[in-house]
């Protein structure tokens, strides 16, 4: 198809989509109407939409002026927040406004120089550089990666139109970074990927475990959730750092990084002999728990301390408080999920939880926080591991139903999940992949190994990067650059950690030529020529209720949610809501499991374990020290990315990349306060200016994740379940940089 036939088909689907346009606003930059602020708010109005940034899914009030967002405040009656925001929410409408918003798309030209070019030329470029590529090695040649910031809808268009439309086998997100041991977790000891809670919950407790949370930097409203608990409960936090959950906890245990494992199979063993067995629930509603006992009956007291630093009378205590607890919650997040071991980590803390019924009660469950805004809609409807609605690529009842309601052939669905993400890039590196699509994500920063995933990246014939920014690093990598627009500029649904599907709205033009990336995947759709397959997915409303049809019988059902205004009027609403509960509006707030009734075909949970192993890479005399890497501030979000953009965020957490180092190790060094010093790993070396605190242990560093450098160092050991990268550990040394050559 020619540029101007292209761009000709275009004009006519955005005119379809969106009325008041012409074909020549494709090619002129300005404002067009697919950025204009929807007709059903009123210019002076506001309006209540879900934060973009973080699993917890504050309601943020947005206040308009002439048609454009001009500020926000947390919402007070959003069932979620309670009128608290952190200070990324307070900031969310800042990074819009950032000069150097993608506003059109930029293609590499000959001298290797991006260029900026129009639409038609962009899409033209991508097809047919796409097909190009497949036609030589094939579809499985072309992948993509996408994220968990973009709306249900996005991602549910993305991975159908890749994967059904263009014949792509592998995609996969950045999502696999933070939740994807949850997920398998889940699915393999209560037969779904299904996090039991309601953030109420919190509140409920008489006893709160945190493992690997450090919830007043990574999940700040959370914590004051947990503020709001007026039953004095026990907060134990599990932590190698003596991070500002744990010195606000009522007890801190520092255990060795990466003995998770072995501690919790301990503290299994001991609530066991203690009586602490809820026979009833384990007998009624659960199998392999007999084996369960016979393996954690290995675990004493004296390898259970060596191993994890622990004294006998710390794991009595850590024991006894959860022993004598009534409604005892269990959390985790990263500590837990990005470990080489995570799978097993996050079982032993759901055996912990079914061993004690503590389950299904007010107060109670074995609870994953999500990481990214839309991590769980990801995680329902991307169409990457899971087949849309949570179903199974490889089971052909499940290809049927997702075809029926789609209205395509069975043959166009895989009958195979994707590679996960490690292994595509492993693709990449053996040739097998040669195109790859980017979408929201940064992965030339957040990749595990980082020079790694540079030179990967590098390698590809043709990499398209689809971003707000034109300036990540991998924007900066990309052959072609699609301009997206940003949250609060775009419709569409998120869904938070506990299950809630809440509302975004666009009040917001996004800049020049940028486009919702809904609009983008539709006209790639119809550059690719699978547009007919997507004549229904027309809007992300439209989307939504098909989302709702293929969610049908399942556990995430939510058919029962009539259209977006009963979101917005309900203040989100969990899954499962299915059309059988009836017209009633549902509970606020609400939680699984409480009938006992896990998803396996029996209703049984199961206990999961295994031996636990060593990491792969420990301290030797090269590299005497572990590296432990996560958030670093609540001000910070990922790889900065939008909250650099924010000069109040920026002044809210460090410039520069640092580390904690123990005042032991310091001084041991020679290494002072403030000093700039040389951190090495088999990977990279960086510098960073020293930290000395207690916040570590002797023997331990630690580097907030967000800065460029900090996956130089980081060693790439991949849990073997989830496939998830483990951040938190690798050996390092740490050494005085010559003040001259600071
Ligand atoms: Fe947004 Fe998360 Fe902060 Fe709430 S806690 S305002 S969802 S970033």
């Not at 009586?275 to 004493?300: I, K, L, M």
């Not at 949250?487 to 809440?502: C, L, P, Q, Y």
Request: positive net charge; glycine residues 8%; hydrophobic residues 40%.
């Amino acid at each position: 198809m020619s540029a101007r036939t292209l761009a000709g088909a275009l004009g006519d689907l955005i005119h379809r989509q969106t009325g008041p346009l012409t074909r020549d606003l494709l090619r002129t930059p300005g404002h067009f109407g697919l950025g204009q602020v929807p007709a059903r708010l009123a210019p002076d109005q506001t309006t209540t939409m879900v934060c973009g940034y973080c699993s917890t899914g504050c309601g943020l009030t947005v206040h308009m002026k002439e048609g454009q967002a001009v500020n926000l405040s947390p919402s007070a009656a959003y069932p979620v927040n309670l009128g608290m925001a952190c200070p990324k929410g307070w900031e969310a409408l800042t990074p819009l406004r950032a000069p150097d918003r993608a506003t059109t798309p930029l293609l590499r030209n000959a001298r290797g120089k991006l260029e900026a070019v129009n639409w038609p030329e962009a899409l033209q470029a991508m097809v047919g550089r796409f097909k190009a590529i497949a036609g030589r090695h094939g579809p499985a040649s072309l992948a993509f990666l996408s994220t968990g910031q973009i709306p249900t809808e996005e991602m549910a268009l993305l991975g159908a139109l890749a994967k059904f439309g263009m014949g792509m086998l592998h995609g996969d997100g950045n999502t696999r970074q933070c939740m994807a041991t949850a997920v398998v977790a889940y699915k393999q000891s209560f037969g779904f990927d299904s996090p039991p809670y309601a953030y109420r919950d919190f509140e409920e407790s008489d006893v709160i475990v945190l493992i690997g949370a450090n919830l007043c930097i990574a999940h700040p409203i959370l914590w004051e959730r947990i503020c709001r608990n007026k039953n004095n409960p026990a907060i134990v936090v599990l932590d190698p750092r003596k991070t500002e959950t744990a010195a606000a906890a009522t007890h801190h245990f520092a255990l060795t990084p990466k003995s998770d494992l072995v501690l919790l199979y301990g503290l299994a063993n001991r609530l066991i002999r203690m009586g602490r067995v809820d026979r009833a629930f384990v007998d009624a509603h659960t199998n392999g728990f007999a084996d369960f006992e016979a393996h954690v009956a290995a675990f004493e007291t004296e390898q259970v301390c060596a191993a994890s630093g622990l004294t006998a009378a710390e794991l009595d205590t850590l024991a006894q408080v959860i022993a004598g607890g009534k409604r005892v919650s269990l959390w985790w997040t990263m500590g837990v999920n990005q470990s080489h071991e995570a799978t097993r980590v996050a079982q032993a803390i759901i055996n912990i939880a079914l061993l004690t019924g503590n389950i299904g009660r007010p107060g109670t469950g074995a609870n994953s926080i999500t990481g990214q805004c839309n991590a769980m809609g990801s995680r329902m409807f991307s169409n990457t591991t899971n087949l849309l609605g949570g179903h199974d690529f490889t089971l052909p009842e499940h290809r049927r139903k997702v075809a029926d309601v789609l209205g395509i052939a069975d043959e166009a669905i895989p009958q195979t999940a994707s590679a996960s993400y490690d292994q595509i890039l492993e693709k990449i590196l053996g040739g097998q992949i040669r195109g790859l699509w980017v979408i929201a994500t940064n992965p030339a920063h957040s990749w595990i190994n980082q020079s790694y995933a540079r030179d990967i990246l590098g390698r590809l014939d043709f990499l398209v990067v689809q971003d707000m920014y034109a300036t990540t690093e991998t924007a900066e990598q990309a052959h072609l650059l699609l301009p997206a627009a940003a949250w609060g500029e775009k419709d569409g649904t998120f869904i938070n950690s506990e299950r809630r599907v809440g509302l975004l709205k666009k009040v917001a033009r996004p800049p020049g030529l940028a486009l919702a990336d809904f609009h983008i995947f539709r006209l790639v759709a119809e550059a690719w020529g699978c547009g007919d397959m997507f004549s229904r997915w027309t809007s992300p409303e439209a989307v939504f209720n098909i989302l709702k049809d293929l969610s049908r019988g399942q556990p995430c059902d939510i058919t029962g949610i009539r259209d977006y205004q009963m979101l917005d009027r309900q203040g989100g609403i969990q899954w499962p809501f299915p059309a059988a509960a009836g017209p009633q509006a549902p509970a606020v707030e609400r939680r699984l499991f409480e009938d006992g009734v896990f998803f396996h075909k029996d209703g049984k949970a199961r206990f999961i374990f295994d031996a636990p192993r060593p990491p792969p890479e420990v301290p030797s005399r090269d590299f005497p020290l572990i590296l432990l890497t996560g958030r670093g501030s609540s001000s910070q979000w990922h790889t900065q990315t939008r909250t650099k953009k924010s000069p109040v965020l920026r002044r809210l957490a460090p410039a520069e990349i640092y580390l904690e180092l123990s005042p032991v190790d310091a001084r041991a060094l020679g290494i002072t306060m403030g000093e700039i010093v040389e951190v090495t790993s088999r990977r990279g070396s960086i510098r960073a200016r020293a930290f000395v605190t207690n916040i570590v242990k002797p023997g331990q560093i630690f580097i907030p994740m967000h800065y460029e450098k900090a996956n130089r160092l980081t060693f790439p050991a991949f849990d073997p379940h989830s496939r998830q990268p483990s951040y938190k550990y690798c050996a390092v040394r740490v050494a005085r940089v010559d003040p001259a050559m600071a």
